[in-house]
């Protein structure tokens, strides 16, 4: 008996060496270890082993069934890691240089600038507004203290509406609602799209976007002003740009400034697209005008505060390279598509 | 505005300060110099010289042979100028030297040699004339360098007049030199002026204004003028600062009006002795200086002689036959003010733009009409000593500015600046800007010279700007704002715009893009599409696109059109815009902000593009508003839209809109073989109510039972007809009933079949044979009940 079962010991070890398959591998299983096996064989010879050798010839049937299974088992491992390599080895190679389409369209430029914009505000605190287009003569000039014989008012330069109401021609013409809306703190962007009956060619638009900013508190001053558009333009262009402050004229500030940008494209030289002068007039600002916080309800001698527009559209043009504002306006397709949802 | 830095000086010394320092102090304290340019500095070695002969050449039947004397040689110079004669003085290149940049050298011409260049006075940039060579009549030393007898050296300044638009003071040099003086802290001369007073004795010129829309009129004739020309450093100056010379007169005006800011005319006092000032009716029309008939609009003021005939357009141009030539030796000076807005209204409407308009426009102050006469008298009367004045100053004073006073104090001051700023520094910026000041009680009394108080200067703020630009506030130290702290509140509407923006951009592929507010009528008629505005612009210089719009796809069906060819027949864009659909009861607008969106395809189905403009609409609603849209056949759509195929998006009992495929007729004459569906809807409505987020389910740990029923129903039933069905049974057990698909097929007959999958779940136990059975036979029973039997 245990001379049959080194020799079946032996064999097995031989047979294993042999198998090359998972099929070789199942049928060696059921050689040995199957129901009428080559180790059940064996165990039908047991009952005729003596009783003092049962302990024993037990061990080693046991020691043999062990080892077989963990071989097989170990076998199994192996010969499914092999096939596994086989079938990676031999697999078609996928052309991983083909394109990709990433199925994005796009947002229009102004879209993803303003949102630029308004992000830098919302950090700093900001509420942010809608306008409307269609405003009345009150909101849209009375209101923000333009004088009734302003020439703005003309039809020159104003679309009218042949029912008394007009196209806003500018952002201010929300500042009245918004004022009384927020009352004396507030701290408010409201951008929105604009009309000037203009004749339209590379630099003007009849139809255009504005970005409009109020601050109004107790003691804000011209130099919060100035501490304030540094900090805000740092923020929309995302770096320390040089900026310089002269002396405007608005019917709704007073003080008045314009603030000027150093050229984005030629750096501050001069080039055609800043008139050669260097600068870029970026910003109107300036004191909120005692009488449009009046006309708002609020009191000027108490509270003080300031306003600034930014040219959107030109913003988008600076940050573009955009040339030529009829662009924006076109429905190009071909164009717009281009900026995707970033610039 | 040019502004010439030489005429400064005369009113300001402007020794030691440097042409950068101007640049930089001028631009952040007083307004925007958009170019400098030094002139002259292009001009070198150009001489007086006198011709002692002139000889024909023998080659050519224009040209000359000068000997010039320079003063140390005579030159053989070569000249075309017709105007050359022996004894005549005149400005000589010589070689070496530079005339405008233009290099001297030795040069034959028609082969005689020519040591030079005699100039004419436009080659040197200095004067309007270039019919001949410069014809010097006053003392020199022959040989002298031009520019030490002659102001060619000069800086000009190009101010942008946008930011003069408030300083009618300062369209002019002498208001320009008070900045100056301000600005750098150096004394203003006073203006040389004529006592006008001295001529109270002579006779008056009738002077009738028929209108509150003159302000001043003031004339005074003059007589015996001798001189036909400004002297040469006068000329040159008026060159420089961008006027042409014409005649001593006219440029004498014009002199004034460069200096002082104060438009001046001259009539010809044999033409025009009295003056009426009246305002225009219809058909009044004057020939002007330029030669073109004017018919101004009634309302506009006229300057009629005494005869009631127009002799000028009030403030904007003179009238030929009254005007002087270059034999008028008597004139009528006429120094007046008048309405801004009248000025304007009238260059405007006959679209003539003159150097006194755009000064008029700006509310001159009448003071200086006076001044402008006293200034002019002085002028005229230095150049040519045998002038004689005929007239006292006649003057008809209809409106005086009233007199701005004001009082301030530090502390308002100093608040709205953000720096400490004193009393004495308020009253001394102040001052050195022409204001009287006195300090009383702690405050500053302020009274506001009259040139600045026609709508400049009115209320405190005014004075704080003054401070504050005096200050240089580009140097203002920048503080922080003191703000509390709080959350702020998202502007939802806005946000949502945003991202559906966003998702249309980055799920769908679709172009966001920007279109007009107004209709474009000629393609809504070639297409077919009818639209029904409700507001209309007065004026357009557009024809064709005058009405505002109701409704925004005709726009982005106009930019399918557009953009088909470039993008091969695939078009998916749209935007979200305002319109006006209809006005309240008091006729003011009531605009709506609407979502638009066009998607075209030459490839793709009506069905797949009509089915991913509803999967954009329930993914939208659903993830950023958490609202269930339903989506119904009520509701009108526009006649462009497909009868059939389109359906009213909405929320509860609002409709927002309707999207649905375009119909045949309009997509046809947008291209045939293009299929579109558009999609409109009031993006403000949908956003106003927020749903809610159903709760979290934990799915059941035990095993669900998911299995297939197929229903036979009627070909006209839809889906939500079956579903509405389905949606009565009730179980305890249901987990969700999915649609899976719909099947037509001739094997059905007239039917179709809908498949659904259900999945059920015992939630504590798992679900017996019986109770799988007893669900199953339940829905079959239900639906047999509704006519939906099993295929």
Known sequence: ?343 | MKISLNWINEFVDLKGITIDEINKKINQMCCEIEEITEVGKETSGVVFGQILEVKNHPDSNHLHILKVDVGTEVLQIVCGAPNVRVGMVTMVATVGGKVNGQKIKEAKLAGVESYGMCCSESELGIGSDDEGIADIDFKVTLGQDIKEVLPIDDVILEIDNKTLTNRPDLWGHYGMAREFSAIFDRPLKPLPVLELAKFKGLKKVKIDVKTDKCFRYSAMSVANITKKRLPMPLRIRLNYTGMRDINLLADITNLVMLELGQPMHAFDNNLVKDIVVREAVKGDKLLTLEGETHEVNPGSILICDGKDEPVAIAGIKGGLKSGITDETNSVLFESATFDSGAIRKTSRSIGLITDASLRYEKSLDPELASIAMARILKVLTTIDKNVVITSSYSDVYKKKYEKVNLTIDSEFVSKRIGIKVTNEEIAKILTKLGFSCKILKNQVQIAVPTFRATKDISIKEDIVEEVARMLNFGLLQPKPLEFSVLPVEKNREHTLEYEAKLMLAEKYGANEVHSYIWNYDNFNKEHKIETKPVLHLLDSKNAGQSSIRSEMVPTLLKFVSENKEQLDGEVRIFEIGRCVPSLDENKLAIEEKHLAIAFASQTKTQEELFFCVKKFLVDFASNKLLLNLEFTKEGNVPNYIHKVNSCSVKNGDVILGYFGLVNPATTKCIDKKLNICVCEIDFTKLCEKEGYKQKVKVPSAFQSVKFDLNFLVDKNKTYGEVREALNKVRSKILVGINFVEVFEGEVLGGKKSMLFNFEINGKDHTLSSEEIDNFRNDVIAQMAKNGYALR
């Open chain 1, 1 to 343: 008996m245990k001379q049959k079962i080194e020799e079946l010991n032996k064999e097995f070890d031989e047979n294993v060496a042999k198998v090359d398959s998972a099929e070789g591998l199942e049928n060696l299983r059921l050689e040995y270890m199957g129901k009428k096996g080559k180790v059940a064989l064996l165990m039908q010879d047991f009952k005729n082993v003596k009783d003092e050798a049962k302990k024993e010839i037990g061990m080693l049937v046991n020691a043999l069934k062990n080892k077989i299974e963990t071989k097989i088992s170990e076998f199994k491992e192996k010969i499914t890691d092999k096939l596994n390599e086989k079938e990676e080895f031999n697999a078609k190679p996928i052309d991983f240089s083909l394109p990709v389409s990433d199925g994005v369209g796009s947002l229009h430029p102004r879209t993803i600038i303003l949102k630029e914009v308004e992000d830098v505000f919302v950090s700093m605190g900001f509420n942010v507004e809608d306008g409307y287009e269609i405003e009345t003569e009150y909101n849209n000039f009375d209101a923000v203290n333009v004088p009734a014989n302003h020439p703005a008012r003309d039809m020159q330069d104003t679309f009218w509406l042949d029912n008394g109401e007009l196209l806003k021609t500018h952002t201010s013409a929300a500042q009245n609602r918004i004022l009384r809306k927020y009352g004396p703190h507030c701290k408010v962007i409201f951008p929105g799209r604009c009309f000037r009956n203009e004749s339209l060619d590379a630099g003007h638009e009849n139809t255009f976007f504005q970005m409009e900013g109020i601050v109004v508190s107790e003691n804000v001053s011209v130099s919060n002003l100035i501490y304030f558009m540094k900090e805000m333009l740092k923020g929309v262009f995302k770096k320390d740009i040089e900026v310089r402050l002269r002396p405007g004229f608005f019917p709704f500030t007073e003080p008045s400034f314009e603030l000027d940008a150093s050229c984005a494209f030629c750096g501050g030289k001069g080039c055609p697209s800043c008139g050669g002068s260097g600068w870029i007039e970026l910003c109107p600002c300036g004191m909120i005008h005692p009488n449009v916080l009046r006309n708002a309800g609020i009191d000027p001698e108490k509270y003080t505060g300031f306003a600034f527009g930014l040219g959107a559209d030109r913003l988008v043009m600076l940050k573009t390279g955009l040339n030529d504002i009829r662009h924006l306006n076109s429905g190009n397709v071909k164009l717009l598509k281009q900026f995707k949802t970033k610039i």
